[in-house]
């Protein structure tokens, strides 16, 4: 049997914190409602800031299934929802045809029945199982067309889909649900209406002291500091890409690698395509421009510590 859903906003952040993910009071709290209401919950933000965690987290947490839909541009019903295994199909109406009894209307039944129906991500999501409904992840919505956000709603209202060649199918418990966008384009309203929305900005730099300290608690505490406002401090320039928390987690654990106990220029220098994934701004922060903040946030960090 697996856990109860969360009975408070405590609780949330309880199980939270149980998978390592440092959450801030909102954020808890949209998600206490969504579970609470059954609505699917709509996460924005920038890429790397811990949105699809949160579906891996309560999937572990909460002991579901996590069935998840990685959106790109294209994606289709027969990628997303079902289609058909055309080759079994084909093979079904030979043997039929070789057995030499072949009633036309029967063999359109039986080839278009759930034995012949490949089930994709969405649709897979409609089904309980003995430890409840999954956790479905719709990952990065705004990288698909409109038109696939449309055919979204029937299943975000009613949590069904309907096969014209059998039927609709509705979920006995509906599943819950996780839609994550890095805001590349908007979504629809229409699609919005139907879930809680929040949006998960960068943490500061308390709650990501703590993030890098759950999630690589072995990490010098000097080192731990000095690089979390390193990356906060690189978040106020003006970089075609700030770092996430990822890219921070990823930073931690290559001067760990390292055996770093403290940042110096050249470590930055070495590790800064960790951090950053472009070259223009890499160039930008690579040398004096890193030597001078990194000489900030020491004077800053020592500052903190006489007082």
């Avoid at 055919?151 to 975000?156: A, D, F, M, W």
């Avoid at 308390?206 to 000097?222: M, N």
């Avoid at 990822?246 to 960790?274: F, H, M, R």
């Amino acid at each position: 049997m697996s856990p109860a859903l969360p009975s408070s906003i405590d609780v949330t952040l309880a199980l939270l914190n149980q998978g390592d993910y440092i959450a801030d009071r909102a954020l808890a709290t949209t998600l206490f409602l969504s579970l609470s209401m059954g609505k699917p919950l709509f996460l924005e933000g920038e890429a790397g800031v811990g949105k699809t965690e949160i579906a891996k987290v309560l999937s572990q947490a909460l002991g579901r299934r996590l069935v998840r839909l990685q959106c790109y541009e294209g994606l289709d019903v027969s990628s997303a929802v079902y289609e058909w295994n055309y080759s079994r199909q084909m093979i079904e109406i030979r043997l039929a045809e070789a057995s030499g009894s072949v009633n036309k209307q029967d063999l359109s039944t039986d080839v278009f029945s759930n034995d012949f129906l490949i089930e994709r991500p969405l649709l897979q999501a409609l089904h309980s199982d003995e430890n409840g409904p999954p956790v479905l992840l719709i990952d990065e919505l705004d990288r698909t067309d409109e038109p696939f956000e449309a055919y979204l709603l029937e299943i975000l209202s009613d949590f069904q889909i309907t096969i014209p060649e059998i039927g609709t199918i509705k979920a006995e418990e509906p599943p819950i649900v996780i839609i994550t966008s890095n805001r590349t384009r908007e979504i629809h309203d229409a699609l919005k209406r139907r879930c809680l929305y929040h949006w998960i900005d960068y943490p500061n730099s308390e709650r990501e002291l703590q993030i890098v300290t759950a999630k690589l608690p072995g990490i010098d505490v000097q080192l731990s500091q000095q690089l979390v406002a390193f990356v906060q401090r690189l978040r106020d320039e003006d970089l075609f890409k700030s770092p996430g928390v990822a890219e921070t987690l990823d930073w931690a654990d290559a001067l760990t690698q390292l055996d770093k106990v403290a940042l110096d220029s050249e470590a930055i220098d070495n590790t800064l395509g960790t951090l950053l994934k472009y070259q223009d701004d890499i160039a930008r922060i690579r040398g004096s421009e890193a030597a001078q903040l990194l000489e900030q946030i020491k004077t800053e960090l020592a500052a903190t510590v006489g007082s």
